[in-house]
């Protein structure tokens, strides 16, 4: 079975700061990790995914996740928050490729103040 | 431009009475799917179609039907819906290749 924790419902930054959100999964398959973004009153969008090759992935809008094996986690960050980074981040896992069912965490919002 | 559409956006409705939220994509692709998003629950799988006539339950299936009568439609049926079924919900369409698309959301609220 897998599963996805994010720490953390809420998450609130200063403009400028460094953006952190955490994400722990469980599989017991070689996963394939997301994050995705949800602004207000729109869909999700792909940020950035692991698929088994780098373990650090680079996303759009400066985002980036590490993967790392050994602690199960696949934090998101961003060195530099901007007001526009306010939003939900999901992170979700999956068995691999092809058509598998993705395994969603709760979210966490993400409030940048200036 | 690619895209999954559904319809539509937002829905009140009373318990009861039936309803269907539409699903559309211009990608032919292979794999659809439905998520319900609900607060501190992040979202869930409800149905998913592998193709044309072939679909399958997910993790919620309970009070919701579909049917893939044509690879790029995807409805969503409530023939008797409840409050507990008030939420955001996602349409999803994927191949083997490529990442999953999501629509934009369908706020559904039932009294």
């Known amino acids: 079975a897998q599963s996805v924790t994010q720490l953390g419902s809420h998450v609130s930054v200063s403009e400028g700061a460094l953006v952190l959100l955490r994400c722990n999964y469980s599989?017991?398959?070689?996963?394939?990790l997301f994050w995705y973004v949800q602004y207000p009153n729109q869909g999700l969008q792909l940020l950035l995914k692991y698929t088994s090759a780098a373990t650090l992935v680079k996303g759009i809008n400066g985002f980036e996740a590490e993967f790392k094996k050994s602690e199960t986690s696949f934090h998101l960050t961003k060195p530099s928050a901007h007001m526009s980074d306010a939003a939900e981040y999901f992170c979700?896992?999956?068995?691999?490729?092809?058509?598998?069912?993705?395994?969603f965490g709760a979210g966490t919002r993400l409030a940048v103040h200036p | 431009e690619a895209q999954v559409t559904q319809n539509p956006r937002y829905l009140i409705t009373v318990t009861g009475k039936k309803l269907t939220v539409t699903c559309s994509q211009n990608m032919n692709h292979e794999y659809m799917s439905w998520y319900r998003q609900d607060p501190g629950l992040g979202l869930r799988q409800i149905y998913y179609?592998?193709?044309?006539?072939?679909?399958d339950k997910g993790d919620v299936p309970e009070g919701y039907k579909v049917s893939r009568k044509e690879k790029r439609n995807f409805p969503l049926i409530l023939e008797s819906p409840s409050p507990n079924q008030t939420s955001l919900y996602f349409c999803a369409s994927q191949n083997s290749n490529t990442d999953a698309f999501f629509g934009q959301g369908t706020r559904l609220t039932v009294v």
């Open positions: 979700a896992v999956t068995r691999g490729g092809g058509y598998n069912k993705l395994i």
């Open positions: 599989s017991s398959v070689p996963p394939y």
């Open positions: 179609s592998m193709n044309v006539e072939v679909t």
